[in-house]
Nanobody
Framework: QVQLVESGGGLVQAGGSLRLSCVVS????????MGWFRQAPEKEREFVAS????????YYADSVKGRFTISKVNAENTVYLQMNSLKPEDTAVYYC??????????????????WGQGTQVTVSS
C-alpha cells in the first residue's frame, strides 16, 4: 500500500523559511510525477510545484516562483519543498501527491493517484 507522509510544517514569521518533506512508502519510486499542493480555508486546492522523478523537470505556480524549490532524493524516496521568503498568503495546509506513472497534467489535482495527509504551514505577519 502506497503512503505519502508529509512533515516540516509549522509557524513562521513573514520572510522566514521552512522545508517540507514527503516520504513515499510501500513502493520504490522509479517513474512518477510528484507534486505539492496547498489549500487555505474556504479556498480550492491549488498547485504549488511538481517534479518528474526520472528527470530534472520542475514546474512552479507563478505565486511561488523564485521563492520555493522542489527537489527529490531518489535513494530516500523523498521529495522536498524548500520555502523561502514566506508570506502570510502562503498560509495553508500543504499536501504531497504522486502520479504513478506520470500521465496527467502536473498542475491538476485529479491527475494524482496518491495523497498525503497534509501539513499545516502558518506564516504570521
Amino acid at each position: 500500500q502506497v503512503q505519502l507522509v508529509e512533515s516540516g510544517g509549522g509557524l513562521v514569521q513573514a520572510g522566514g523559511s521552512l522545508r517540507l518533506s514527503c516520504v513515499v512508502s510501500g513502493r520504490t519510486v522509479t517513474n512518477a510525477a510528484m507534486g505539492w499542493f496547498r489549500q487555505a480555508p474556504e479556498k480550492e486546492r491549488e498547485f504549488v510545484a511538481s517534479i518528474r522523478w526520472t528527470s530534472t523537470s520542475t514546474y512552479y505556480a507563478d505565486s511561488v516562483k523564485g521563492r520555493f524549490t522542489i527537489s527529490k532524493v531518489n535513494a530516500e524516496n523523498t521529495v522536498y519543498l524548500q520555502m523561502n521568503s514566506l508570506k502570510p498568503e502562503d498560509t495553508a495546509v500543504y499536501y504531497c501527491a504522486a502520479d504513478f506513472p506520470p500521465v496527467g497534467y502536473a498542475m491538476i489535482p485529479s491527475s494524482y493517484d496518491y495523497w498525503g495527509q497534509g501539513t499545516q504551514v502558518t506564516v504570521s505577519s
